[in-house]
């Protein structure tokens, strides 16, 4: 398979998938010069890109590509999960519109709602509508947004773009290649079909007449395809057009997110190639600024050594909790330095992201630090609770004035809650079994693992959930691996707490 990639985990992916014996092709000159080799122009069948928060990528493109892509970095570790987009990148949809926004408007794509940009749709909107629409930006099911869609069909590639809200040849790039691009339409021996404008991408600069030839005649196929979309018909809608033409793969695009494991897995690969510290990709997980950090660090690193992140001999460590992890990568990783530079802080705020296996995010609340230990890579989260209801497992009346404080470590595959009443006395202790927890600077990360360990008041501890991730691992959501890990965690969190 040919594969595009591009974000901060592209130097680990490339060399994981030429170690499959996939093609990279369209690289960008970073990653030409650090891998030293000829890597091509040609179309390709799949685009990696890493997500807009940095925990995972999308694969988008043929539809057996993105499985063949999809499979390998599942690999990475056991930790790595994936979901099949219902509305990815390019498919077509005859969609109800639902609510017009201030900007734009919700349409019901089904198995998902879409965002239309009031400037990408071809003229007014309102609730009521059946639109034709095509998704430009999908979204991981991991967040908060929705999918982005557009009225105007085009065909992107990392080469060439066509679209049918432009005309005529243009080229995003600047000075004379510009105008050698837009001049070279007429010697590639392939034409954009009627209606459709061309627009030349930056990574075309580097590519030879061979190749923009292709891509032009690859891209030229696909705009045929949507022309020759049925129209549907409005009372069927909800409902994806581009399934519907014979001959021609409809578009998919599968998410993979990474866990705490795989991206010190990913260091592995990178490492391979380029000078890496470690924890690289968890670092630069957190955000924007820590990655350019990493790579100033890493930049630093590489000019004045040989490139060989060093270790401090601080003696041996062993697995004393029984739940598989490897010391080795927290040894390293420099935890205390990157709670120094870019948080959490003392004293201020950590939301606590619980992933689901599922693909869905929920925030389980907003609270205080109360207490950070860097070096131990620990810290303490309060939250105030509201009255209503009962606590999970442990059956006892959530009211006002009572407090969760739970007790978060960087890298474990497990950590607990107390809930205490407005006395300070206990009702009970939750322990949750995940992948292992990241703390980055504004939030707590991990994916549940539904089995989970509960203490009551009266000492009595109590094993729950067993059942549903038997049902997890039978719906595909977690792999058999996983699960035994989870099961594993949760037998020694049992036992520590008899």
């Known amino acids: 398979m040919r594969a595009r990639v591009r974000g901060v985990y592209t130097t680990a992916v490339t060399q994981r998938l030429l170690d499959a014996e996939h093609a990279v092709v369209q690289a960008s000159p970073p990653i030409r010069k650090r891998f030293d080799r000829e ?25 057996d590509a993105v499985d063949a892509l999809r499979e390998d970095l599942v690999d990475v570790a056991v930790d790595a999960l994936s979901w099949t987009d219902p509305a990815p990148k390019g498919a077509v949809f005859l969609a109800p519109v639902t609510d017009a926004l201030g900007s734009g408007a919700v349409v019901d794509l089904g198995d998902r709602e879409a965002f239309l940009p009031f400037d990408d749709a071809d003229d007014y909107v309102e609730a009521g509508d059946v639109r034709r629409v095509q998704v430009v930006e999908p979204a991981p099911p991991w967040g908060e ?4 869609v557009a009225e105007p069909l085009s065909v992107r590639d990392g080469l060439v773009t066509l679209d049918r809200s432009r005309s005529g040849v243009s080229a995003d790039v600047h000075g004379e290649r510009a105008t050698e691009l837009v001049r070279s339409i007429d010697l590639l021996g392939a034409e954009a079909p009627d209606g459709w404008g061309v627009r030349w991408q ?24 949507l022309d020759a979309l049925p129209a549907g018909d409005p009372d069927d809608a909800p409902v994806r057009l581009d399934t519907q033409v014979a001959d021609v793969p409809a578009p998919a695009t599968a998410w993979v997110w990474f866990g705490r494991t795989a991206r010190f897995a990913l260091d592995d690969d990178r490492r391979a190639v380029a000078t890496t510290m470690p924890g690289h990709h968890r670092v630069k997980a957190g955000s924007a600024s820590a990655s350019d950090a990493v790579d100033f660090a890493e930049g630093v690193l590489a000019h004045a050594t040989d490139g060989d992140w060093t270790t401090p001999d601080d003696g041996d460590r062993t697995d004393a909790e029984g739940d598989g992890d490897d010391p080795d990568d927290d040894e390293r990783f420099p935890f205390p330095a990157v709670v120094d530079a870019f948080g959490p802080r003392d004293g201020g705020t950590l939301t606590i992201d619980h992933g689901k296996p599922e ?28 009255g209503g209801g009962t606590y999970d497992a442990l059956g006892v009346p959530r009211e006002a004035g009572d407090v969760a404080v739970t007790k978060l470590t960087e890298g474990k595959w497990w950590y607990p809650t107390v809930y205490r009443d407005e006395d300070g006395e206990t009702k009970g202790t939750y322990v949750n079994v995940c992948t292992p927890v990241e703390l980055f600077p504004d939030g707590a990360r991990y994916v549940d693992l539904h089995v989970d ?13 067993d059942d549903e991730l038997d049902a997890a691992v039978d719906a595909g959501h977690v792999t058999e691996a996983l699960a035994d890990r989870a099961r594993t965690v949760a037998t020694s969190v049992e036992r520590a707490l008899r």
């Open 453 to 465: 360990v509960v203490r009551h008041a009266d000492g009595r501890v109590e094993r729950v959930d």
């Open 145 to 148: 947004d929705r999918p982005e």
């Open 39 to 63: 890597f091509g122009f040609a179309p390709a069948d799949v685009a990696v890109d890493t997500t807009a928060d940095r925990q995972g990528v999308e694969c988008s493109g043929d539809p």
């Open 359 to 386: 693909g869905r995010c929920i925030t389980l609340g907003r609270g205080r630090v109360t207490d950070l230990d860097a070096d131990a890579g620990t810290l303490t989260v309060e939250r105030d609770m509201t």
């Open 202 to 225: 930056r990574a075309a600069a580097d590519a030879d007449l061979g190749a923009l030839g292709d891509a032009l005649a690859a891209a030229a196929d696909r705009a045929r395809a």
